[in-house]
């Protein structure tokens, strides 16, 4: 039995246009331009960035704070929010058998409410995009298009003989695809894959051709901790990048993001640039977990797409990306006792535009440029922590100084659906 905040929630209606006005705005284009003016946005699309003074149905004065595009966190659990201060301090072995216990008595009403948190969490820190890696996806799906946030959800299929699911995890998986497809904007459903430790050669094809055959992406835990790799090795005589390249996942047909990638060789790392696998570092939850300090740089300088996830609020403890960001920096730097280290524009794409790569979104969203969808955050002008603020600093005041409680406006497709730190009802 879990005591939940119950949140009153509204569906968002469309507002036809909005104007930001004086704002330095940080665009992430090719360019890394930052723009000094205004940002206007027409039925959820950027139409215009710079001097403009036209005027709208929903003003926001930034008065000089700073706009970024929304934050893209690649790899979440959101319903576990739910069991949020019940699973620390335990390593991932037992981590994992205590989750799996907990998941067996959940309800939908359960996820609903603790995927609810997480998402009003997740927008009021300034995230417009998540990728999810869990079951009742469908639940989670509904609660994306009630709060107005954009989800790039995976079903998480596991072997028959180990999951809580109710049913073939596959089917399941294929089920969702199937029924949210083209349904709504903000939700892309995928196929998920909990790791090699709980799927079979099966399972994984199995997952791989569904995927496939439905034209999504797959999203799964590879490579997370040392215990996952010797585990494998010792079951298979193979890594599980090896393993996974060795049965024919890794052949490059079908998207796959990665989360963690903490314990990969240099060869393994070749393997996923081959295959174009997108990895999600997730900094504090390996630290917390003690799973060991991902080779982010080492995986950059290979040439694969990195991206920042916060993993779930039960090993991180909260969804915040701002804070996701900065520690991804300062885990890099310290791990190699080198400052120049992951600079904070290289952190920064990590959480929006290669977030918006990993997840085949990067002609939608990931920057602020004319034509793409108006996915993007305001940061209080006048928040001490982050001033003296100007165009010359704002990269590295957002990476290394702001926080969630910067954030006073969060726009997803066009919509305020957090302005003046407060959710809304647009
Ligand atoms: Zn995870």
């Known amino acids: 039995m879990f005591l939940y905040l119950h949140f009153q929630y509204f569906p968002v209606v469309p507002i036809m246009n909005l104007l930001v006005r004086d704002a330095i705005i940080v665009t992430q284009d090719d360019n890394r331009s930052i723009v000094e003016g205004n940002l206007f946005v027409e039925d959820g699309i950027i139409t215009h960035v710079g001097k403009s003074t036209d005027t709208s149905d929903f003003v926001v004065e930034a008065k000089g704070g700073v706009v970024v595009p929304g934050l893209i966190n690649t790899h979440t659990h959101v319903a576990m929010t739910g069991f949020r201060g019940l699973l620390d301090d335990l390593n991932l072995e037992p981590f994992l058998e205590k989750t799996f216990k907990l998941d067996s008595g959940r309800t939908d009403e359960d996820i609903r409410q603790a995927s609810l948190m997480s998402l009003r ?48 995890p596959v089917s399941n998986a294929e089920h969702f695809v199937k029924s949210w497809r083209g349904k709504e904007s903000l939700v892309t459903p995928m196929v998920g894959m909990q790791g090699v430790y709980a799927c079979s050669e099966d399972t994984v094809l199995s997952a791989k051709e569904v995927a496939s055959r439905l034209e999504t992406g797959l999203h799964m835990h590879l490579c997370e901790t040392r215990h996952e790799v010797y585990g494998h090795v010792g079951k298979t005589g193979k890594r599980p990048v090896e393993w996974l390249d060795h049965i024919g996942l890794l052949d490059g047909s079908v998207p796959l993001l990665a989360a963690h990638g903490a314990w990969l060789t240099k060869s ?96 939608e969203i990931g920057s602020i440029e004319k034509g793409k969808k108006a996915d993007f955050v305001v940061l209080d002008s006048s928040s001490l922590r982050m001033a003296p603020l100007t165009r010359q600093n704002a990269v590295n005041q957002i990476v290394y100084s702001a926080q969630a409680s910067d954030v006073t406006h969060t726009i997803i497709n066009g919509k305020p659906v957090y302005a003046d730190r407060k959710f809304t009802h647009y």
Do not use: H
């Open 121 to 168: 969490e997740m927008i009021s820190g300034g995230t417009t995009s998540f990728a999810d890696l869990y079951y009742s996806e469908n639940v989670i799906a509904e609660a994306c298009r009630d709060i107005g946030i954009r989800g790039f959800l995976a079903w998480v299929t596991l072997d028959k003989e180990i999951t809580t699911q109710e049913g073939d």
């Open 268 to 363: 393994e790392m070749r393997t996923l640039k081959n295959a174009d696998v997108r990895v999600s570092s997730c900094a504090r939850s390996n630290m917390k977990i003690g799973s060991g300090i991902p080779p982010v740089k080492e995986l950059i300088d290979e040439g694969v797409t990195v991206s920042l996830g916060t993993d779930s609020a039960t090993t991180s403890n909260n969804l915040d990306m701002l804070e996701e960001i900065r520690t991804a920096s300062l885990l890099q730097k310290v791990s190699k006792w080198d400052a120049s280290v992951l600079p904070a524009a290289t952190a920064l794409d990590m959480a929006t535009r290669n977030a918006a790569a990993s997840l085949g979104a990067a002609g």
